[in-house]
């Protein structure tokens, strides 16, 4: 198991950045992908980047060049993945959510490990 808790959520400007973070902990030697998505309100949940363990990204066409997905150095039960945003936008507005899977699979339909969410509200 792994539980993933996902923090850094808060009300921006537009134009500022925000840095997420997400602790994971349990058996994440297990993990082979790490992703961030969001859902914003009356819309369907969406994937906006995903990171290997080899540490390779991918971003999404509507977030690349604005965010970063990271991770530290893991240790065996404990890491902490990270979701860098830049210029924000008012559409950026969701609740952001952490996630984990063992498997490597097309990851647009979610992943197997969920945290509880951040929000993000951005707005003058």
């Known amino acids: 198991q792994v539980q993933l808790v996902e923090s850094g959520g808060d009300l921006v400007q537009p134009g500022e950045s925000l840095t997420l973070s997400c602790a994971a902990s349990g058996s994440i030697w297990e993990i082979v992908a790490w992703g961030w998505y969001r859902q914003a309100p009356g819309k369907q949940r969406e994937l906006l980047a995903t990171l290997t363990k080899m540490g390779t990204p991918y971003y999404v066409a509507s977030v690349k060049g604005r965010f970063t997905i990271s991770r530290d150095n893991a240790e065996n039960t404990e890491t902490t993945v990270y979701l860098q945003m830049h210029s924000l936008k008012p559409e950026d507005t969701a609740v952001y959510y952490c996630?984990?899977?063992?498997?490597?699979?097309?990851?647009?339909?979610?992943?197997?490990?969920w945290g509880k969410g951040t929000p993000v509200t951005v707005s003058r």
């Open positions: 996630a984990a899977d063992r498997k490597y699979r097309t990851y647009f339909d979610g992943m197997e490990y």
